[in-house]
């Protein structure tokens, strides 16, 4: 789509907006240019207008001299992209699809399930996202290297419809590209590429924000194409540290008070501070009405001098979200667990480990060889087996996996049984709350890990080593009540769009107007694929990168079924009666139940159907047999395809291996597919199972150690009695 194009004043501090035709006049018949005329302070040294030219002198090609820009920002309405985004068949359903959503009281299943959400259903008595067209939303801002081998950085602005399905709510033609920031040189010694506040260019999001509050805008949908009225309120901020703190108007980390969640002091130098204690109890909470006395109090500093003053006595700097009525700057600040948890906490352990001696190189060699024996399931994840080798390279995604997959066995009997229990302490936590569905429970046990990890990190490394990370993950719980599990709005979908537009073909010219062309045109292609004929269809398709395979940007097949992890299978069995998301191979077998078949189908159906009435002899003895199904692109495949796709981990599989409606996660593998039909309430309904060989639990020698135990290991030699699911 279009965008506007905004010139920046290069001027540190400043960065003021202009619109192109008001950097230049015609001076007989000579373009001009002119000069920032914004007023930061009314005393100091910086008092009065900002002065510096807007436009640069250049010589063309042709040897004439010209006037070039010195940046620009390239800034895409929201209200355009909304109203292209509603005008799309069936987008009007996907955004209320929300309301009809079934979860228990104590469980978070998603944003919807959070304070903040539940609190904006209705705003001062009237309704608000209960109405058809209301929309919440979810900012991210993140820089990445426009080339390999420089330094420079520019940032890309990102705004998420929470309202759409988790499963397709991260889909590059559902995300809103709003703007590219250039790179913004400050003037300090290092030469950093990212300013030190983004109020500039937040400006026009703000504006079309304020107008989508109250009244509205006036759209044209696919249901409504005289135009209805949408609404749309900014609910969550999600960045790493320090560009949530540049959006929000936090100090950095290395201030006194470094936490924009709670008013804990950090004694110290710059260099030295320690981030020590966890004694959450202690910590002073902020308070929105003070905060924003506070802001106001900074936003009419009369110097430079005097605000910097104020900043540092209050730890916090002015946003342009506070414009925003009904913004809670505070609340609505999320902390991101991919960056805080494993890009963070998971990476920084590891090398202290290897600083301290804990795992030489000997040792690093046998972790490669835990490793090696370790089998996974299919949605598990992936990294590079030889972490001796590769950590160093290992992104947050793969510090996620290696967290949560690998390292409670693979560090079992390396390092020191102190270490090891701190850092078993620190993955339970991870795993209790790094899921699709997690309860009230699960959050507050998470919380107390998190709290219980720091403590034993400060033994068995000295308050020295304690990270920022470390003391934010102690506020992920707060997080969890206001906007449900972080599985929801962590940021590995960015990161991967990071990517995408870094590997876009571009010269060094225009770079952020080229990358919003070519984003803007591949995510007007994917929205309009699904409407084209199907030889149209298969002859594009192919052409736009595989990124709905990424798992970073759809996490993975357990979008489809996200309570599936807690709540009882008779609770959620509207989930399985349809299998429209289930690619079914073109090869199947017509095959008959035997009399066994026959009687685990049965229990089956008695599980999903709690309350119908099923005989044995209602069912047909004919069924499908296959090997493989896609889920989402992801290939599922039986033992006898592919051995390595076939081992799974699923719910509802008791002791002797037969279906029951409450039960742990336990460890299988697929011996085949079946699809069989069954007529429940006058409909028929077919239902793909798979048959499944469920491995018995492996007797742990270290768990008489007293260590409570992260994972659940499983002997793939033996083999317990068959069940189908």
């Known amino acids: 789509g279009r965008f506007r194009r905004y010139i920046i004043c290069p001027r540190d501090g400043c960065h003021k907006l202009y619109k192109k035709e008001e950097c230049y006049r015609i001076v007989n018949g000579e373009k001009k240019s002119n000069h920032c005329n914004n007023v930061r302070f009314s005393k100091g040294k910086y008092k009065g207008p900002c002065g510096f030219p807007l436009m640069k002198s250049v010589i063309l090609k042709d040897g004439k001299s ?11 309405s929201i209200q355009k992209r909304i109203e292209n985004i509603l005008k799309r068949k069936g987008t009007e359903e996907q955004i209320n699809a929300w309301k009809d959503r079934r979860v228990p009281g104590n469980c978070y299943g998603d944003v919807y399930d959070g304070s903040v959400w539940q609190k904006f259903r209705s705003y001062k008595g009237k309704p608000f996202l209960e109405g058809t067209h209301s929309l919440g939303l979810m900012c991210n801002i993140d820089w990445f290297r426009n080339y390999k081998h420089r330094s420079n950085s520019i940032g890309a602005l990102y705004i998420v419809i929470l309202n759409l399905p988790r499963e397709i709510r991260y889909l590059p033609e559902n995300l809103i590209l709003c703007g590219i920031i250039p790179c913004l040189e400050d003037s300090s010694p290092e030469g950093k590429s990212e300013p030190t506040h983004l109020n500039t260019v937040l400006t026009p999001l703000v504006d079309e924000l304020l107008e989508l509050w109250e009244p509205g805008v006036q759209m044209e949908t696919h249901r409504h194409k005289n135009g209805v009225t949408v609404r749309a309120a900014l609910l969550a901020i999600s960045c790493d540290s320090p560009a949530a703190r540049k959006v929000c108007g936090f100090l950095a980390h290395s201030a006194n008070y470094g936490c924009y969640k709670c008013l804990k002091i950090f004694p110290g130098k710059i260099t030295e501070k320690n981030y020590g204690g966890f004694n959450k109890s202690s910590w002073p909470g902020r308070i929105h009405k003070e905060h924003m006395k506070q802001i106001n109090h900074i936003k009419n500093a009369e110097s430079l001098h005097q605000k910097k ?34 890009g963070g906490i998971s990476k920084k352990v590891f090398n202290l480990l290897i600083e301290h001696g804990h795992l030489s190189e000997s040792k690093l060699e046998e972790l490669d060889s835990n490793m090696e024996k370790v089998q996974l399931p299919t949605c598990a994840g992936w990294i590079p087996r030889k972490i001796s080798s590769s950590h160093s390279y290992y ?16 560090l079992r009997g390396i390092i020191p049984s102190s ?8 993955v339970l936590a991870c795993q209790k709350i790094c899921r699709p569905f997690i309860t009230k429970e699960d959050a507050k046990l998470a919380d107390l890990l998190f709290l219980k990890f720091g403590k034993e990190f400060e033994k068995c490394f000295g308050t020295e080593h304690v990270t ?13 009540l206001q906007f449900g599990p972080v599985y929801s709005y962590w940021l590995f979908a960015m990161e991967r769009f990071n990517f995408v537009l870094n590997q876009y073909t571009k010269n060094s010219k225009n770079v952020e107007e080229q990358l919003m062309k070519m984003f803007g045109n591949e995510s007007y292609l ?29 996490n993975d097949t357990a979008n489809l079924f996200p309570n599936a992890s807690k709540m009882p299978l008779s ?30 189908l049965h229990s089956t159906y008695q599980v999903l159907y709690p309350s119908e009435t099923i005989e044995v002899s209602q069912l047909s003895a004919l069924y499908w047999k296959f090997d493989s199904i896609k889920i989402q692109k992801t290939k599922i495949s039986s033992r006898k395809e592919n051995p390595v796709s076939s081992h799974i981990r699923a719910q509802w599989c008791d002791e002797d291996g037969m279906i029951s409606d409450r039960c742990e996660v336990r460890a299988g593998q697929i011996t085949s597919f079946l699809m069989h039909s069954l ?13 499944v060989k469920w491995f018995a639990d492996f007797i742990d020698p270290l768990e008489s150690t007293g260590f409570c135990n992260p994972i659940q290991l499983f002997d793939l030699k033996q083999i317990e009695c068959r069940g189908n699911r």
């Open 66 to 76: 010209g006037l070039e820009f010195y940046k620009s920002y390239c800034y895409q």
């Open 309 to 342: 003053t104020l900043e540092s006595k209050y730890g916090v700097k002015y946003s342009e979200l506070t414009k925003l009525p009904y913004f809670r700057i505070i609340d609505y600040n999320l902390i991101d667990a991919m960056h805080c948890l494993f």
């Open 395 to 410: 992104n947050s995604y793969e510090w996620k996996t290696w967290t949560l997959t690998f390292s409670a066995y693979a």
């Open 419 to 426: 270490h090891y229990q701190m850092w078993t302490s620190f």
């Open 468 to 480: 920022p990370n470390m003391h934010m993950a102690a506020h992920l719980f707060e997080c969890q």
């Open 526 to 554: 994917r929205s309009q694929v699904a409407n084209l004929p199907a030889e149209f269809k298969s002859e594009l398709e192919p052409k736009l990168p595989e990124l709905n395979r990424d798992p970073m940007i759809n």
């Open 571 to 600: 609770e959620i069995s509207e989930a399985w009666k349809s299998i429209g998301h289930i690619e079914l191979p073109k090869k199947m077998t017509s095959t008959r139940l035997d009399q066994e078949d026959k009687m685990i």
């Open 679 to 691: 007529t429940v309430k006058g409909r028929h309904v077919k239902h793909v199972f798979a048959s």
